[in-house]
Each structure stands twice: as C-alpha cells, then as structure tokens.
C-alpha cells in the first residue's frame, strides 16, 4: 500500500433520517403531487372547454354557409315573383309565392334576419353603392334598396346594397 491510500480516509455513512425528517419529505412529496394533479386537472379542464366553443365555433360556420347558399335562390325566387307580378300570370306567382314563403321561414327558423334598411346610411350592415340628392332627404338617408342584406345572429351574412341621399 502507499502513503496516499493509507491516508485516505473511508466514505462517511450518512446517517439515517430520522421519522420525523422522513415525515416531512413524504409530506413535501405529497404537495409536489398534489400541486402535480391539480394543474394537469385545471388544464384538462381548459382543454374541455376549448374542444368545446371550437366545435360551437365549426357548428355555427357550418350553419353560415348554408344559410349563405341559399341567399341567391331567395333573391331568385323574389325576382320572379315581380316578373309574375308584372305579367299577372296568378298561377305561377301563386306557386313561386308558396316557394319563397317556404323558404323564407325557414331561414327565419335558422336565424336569418333581414337587415333594416329604413333611416340613417350604418356602414357596418348597408354597403352604399350609389348617393344621388334626393329632394325631401336629408343627408346620409337610405333612398332605395338594390339588394335586400341579411344577418344570422350577430354576424352580417350579406350587407344591404342600398342607394344613399347625398
């Protein structure tokens, strides 16, 4: 043996915690785990949540564009109604008018809501796509309708086209 082993001297044992010392380890390890679980719940539950108002969110986009779909068969159908109207051909503005009827309800029923055209030019539902004076109106007042708009729910679907005094 040489000097420097001898001189070594042996690894110190640690010595055994006390039950006291292994109480409170086993409760710091207790709170780590609990604070563990109860931030992995809290962001299940945000997921859950989220998974939720996105599927709402596909739902409702779904239903829009439906809705959006079937605009131009409205416009169609009221069309030929004042084309019938014109030619007094009762029987077929009869039919046409069930058709638009029907129609009509039901987007009603889903939530279709024709904008107000009557009063003061709001950008954000009317697109203005003429102004012309207009004896008799004040500034900024929607004159004529080109093209009926529509909302569904809080959400414009198709802004009114509309003609504004100037």
């Known amino acids: 043996m040489t000097d420097e082993t001898l001189n070594e001297t042996p690894p110190a ?3 055994e915690p006390t039950p006291g010392e292994r109480l409170v380890e086993a409760e710091a390890k207790r709170d780590e785990y609990l604070a563990d679980l109860q931030r992995l719940a809290a962001e299940f539950d945000n997921y859950r949540k989220r ?3 996105d599927q ?3 739902v409702a986009r779904a239903h ?3 809705v959006q779909g079937l605009l131009p068969v409205l416009d169609d159908l009221e069309r030929a109604l004042e084309a019938a109207a014109e030619h007094e051909e009762a029987k077929l503005e009869e039919g046409v008018s ?3 009827r029907e129609l009509t309800e039901l987007l009603r029923k889903e939530g279709l ?4 055209t009557d009063g003061m030019f709001d950008p954000h539902v009317h697109e203005a ?4 004076p207009a004896e008799g109106a004040e500034e900024g007042i929607v004159i004529q309708v080109l093209q009926k708009g529509y909302r569904l729910g ?3 679907l198709r802004p009114a086209r509309v003609i504004v005094a100037q």
């Open 13 to 15: 044992e640690e010595p």
């Open 98 to 100: 069930l058709v638009h």
């Open 154 to 156: 809080d959400h414009v």
């Open 113 to 116: 809501v024709e904008v107000e």
């Open 51 to 53: 998974a939720a108002r």
């Open 64 to 66: 829009e564009r439906l």
């Open 129 to 132: 796509l003429l102004s012309q």
């Open 56 to 58: 709402e969110a596909l």
